[in-house]
């Protein structure tokens, strides 16, 4: 069941995802995304048909959409950080270093995205960021990778409990 509010009642812009990553069937054919350009052949997604090696002429052709845009659609994450009290003068460095990141990780692989940067309303005199993610692991390793460059914060990793993988981070600067 898609969860849309959270526990503290705020209402969320994108729930955990619930669902199963879905593997089209049809190995030998390809698939394209309607929603982005991303292509499905030899088992997985891939930005171009680049490797795909011997290109045959007749191979059958799918649309669907793949599972990073459907849980974008969806509104569904997989990986969520959530970070408070950062500090004034890294808020610039701090956005730019989750944009390359999260580009990065785009580039290696297509299902790999970050769906948003959110500043929770509401807030007190700090300032907080909640970023979504279609993977678990590239969230995990963000967050290690925030905490490693500004040295002062604090992280706590939980999961939501089995099927569903949600990684939730929280990261608190310490100043
Ligand atoms: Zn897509």
């Not at 970050?114 to 509401?122: D, Y």
Request: charge should be positive; charged fraction near 30%; glycine fraction near 2%.
């Amino acid at each position: 069941m898609r969860k849309n509010i959270s526990k503290s009642g705020k209402t969320e812009l994108f729930a955990p995802r619930t669902e199963e990553h879905e593997i089209p069937k049809g190995k030998l054919g390809l698939v394209f995304c309607r929603e982005c350009n991303a292509v499905y052949y030899k088992k997985s997604w891939h930005h171009n048909l680049r490797y795909l090696k011997k290109l045959r002429e007749n191979l059958p052709v799918k649309f669907a959409i793949c599972p990073a845009c459907k849980m974008i659609k969806n509104k569904q994450f997989e990986g969520q950080i959530e970070i408070t009290n950062i500090p004034q003068k890294i808020s610039k460095e701090l956005i730019n270093l989750i944009n390359s990141f999260c580009k990065r990780a785009y580039g290696r692989d297509p299902m790999d995205r970050l769906i948003s940067i959110n500043q929770p309303k509401n807030q007190r005199q700090s300032a907080s960021l909640i970023i979504t993610l279609t993977e678990n692991q590239t969230a995990v390793r963000l967050a290690k990778k925030i905490k490693q460059t500004f040295k002062k914060a604090t992280m706590k990793i939980s999961y939501s409990s089995s099927p569903s993988d949600v990684a939730y981070v929280k990261l608190e600067f310490r100043i």
